[in-house]
């Protein structure tokens, strides 16, 4: 295996299901046939990508498989956006997968952002019953958020990422250099995990992210990998605890609740990261109107969130939020697990009544009870 670069970082995943590292750092990207061939093995790979990523990226990553000793079939390539990310899509993955012969000894390699790795790394969960895969996510959202932990998943009518499965990565391969060609929209929108990972778990990053925001000019390679760093610590610490959300993990939807709801409602035109922030902010007021946290810690939440020029909140109707919030994954019966902010830093699940959550959507927006 090639030696990593003295910028290299690599962070242990140990879920029950299986351990893998998480390698970041500026360059990683040429490494990642060598990352792929020690941490899966197998004698085939298929790169899946999508469209704006593919032409940057598809190239370097089968050349760096191929100087590995992977046989690299031909790619598979869908459209760019949210709207790719269902039943479709998938069955197209499925379909490529079996015209290029790859066995479950073999290898998926999702190239891209969240999108991306959450249909490829479901193709390759359902692919013969489950095949190895490699995650290499080319956003920030998908770089500290949706490449580490094993959710994979796709979106229905009914709304998000409601049909999926667990499937962990043998390896996941983050590039910051990759960042360079998001666009600064696309980037903005990813900070709303980040600053999310701040509230849950790391009272000093929020403060930090809010006296230097990600967005601003100048944010070095070495300030990113270490970002991306506690990030996935952050999350890591969470999954080797609670692989399949049966308690902790499910702090890691904070602001996802009404985030969900939010992106479900525009019909997915608006980016994740900006849905889980508007989100958030809607639970930080709500929660420290109803007692749950101090005004003061609401207030910083929000500063964190401003400072990244992300949305603070939604006019989305309240009955058209609920809607959505009916089929949520974290629904049970007449009411939803809600992760509410406590203190930077610390977060508690409560279980509230729909009715309630209703009143706590008004709150958030900043209305009298």
Not at 37 to 58: F, I, W
């Amino acid at each position: 295996m090639s030696e990593p670069s003295s910028g290299e970082r690599a962070v242990r995943v140990s879920a029950a299901s299986g351990a893998y590292d998480v390698h970041v750092g500026p360059g990683v990207l040429a490494r990642a046939g060598a990352i792929a061939r020690e941490a899966a093995g197998g004698g085939r790979c298929c790169v899946v990508t999508e469209t704006n990523v593919g032409p940057l990226y598809a190239d370097e990553l089968e050349a760096s498989l191929a100087s590995a000793g992977y046989e690299v079939a031909p790619r598979l390539t869908f459209p760019a956006g949210e709207r790719s990310k269902n039943l479709g899509t998938l069955a197209d993955l499925l379909e490529g997968l079996a015209e290029r012969g790859l066995t479950r000894d073999d290898v998926v390699v999702a190239l891209g952002g969240g999108v991306t790795g959450d249909v490829a790394g479901l193709a390759a969960a359902l692919y013969l019953r489950g095949c190895r895969v490699v995650q290499v996510p080319t956003s920030l959202l998908a770089m500290v958020d949706s490449s580490v932990g094993g959710k994979t998943a796709v979106d229905l009518p009914a709304g998000k990422n409601l049909a999926g499965a667990f499937w962990q990565p043998a390896a996941v391969v983050a590039d910051v250099r990759c960042l360079s060609t998001v666009s600064p929209e696309l980037f903005r929108d990813s900070c709303g995990e980040v600053v999310k990972h701040a509230v849950l778990a790391d009272a000093r990053m929020l403060d930090d992210l809010t006296r230097a925001p990600l967005t601003a000019p100048g944010v070095g390679e070495a300030r990113l990998a270490d970002v991306v760093a506690r990030n996935v610590e952050i999350k890591r610490d969470v999954v080797d605890a609670d692989e399949r959300e049966r308690g902790l993990r499910q702090t890691l939807n904070l602001g996802h609740t009404l985030g969900h709801a939010i992106e479900s409602a525009s019909g997915f035109s608006l980016g994740h990261g900006s849905c889980v922030a508007a989100g958030l902010c809607m639970v930080a007021r709500a929660s420290a109107r109803m007692g749950w946290c101090s005004d003061e810690t609401s207030a910083r939440i929000l500063a964190c969130v401003e400072a990244h020029g992300l949305p603070t909140g939604s006019d989305v109707p309240t009955e058209t939020l609920m809607g959505y919030v009916g089929h949520d994954k974290k629904r049970h019966g007449d009411s939803v697990n809600l992760v509410v902010p406590t203190e930077p830093g610390r977060v508690e699940v409560r279980r509230v009544a729909l009715g309630e959550l209703e009143r706590i959507v008004e709150l958030g927006r900043g209305a009298r009870s």
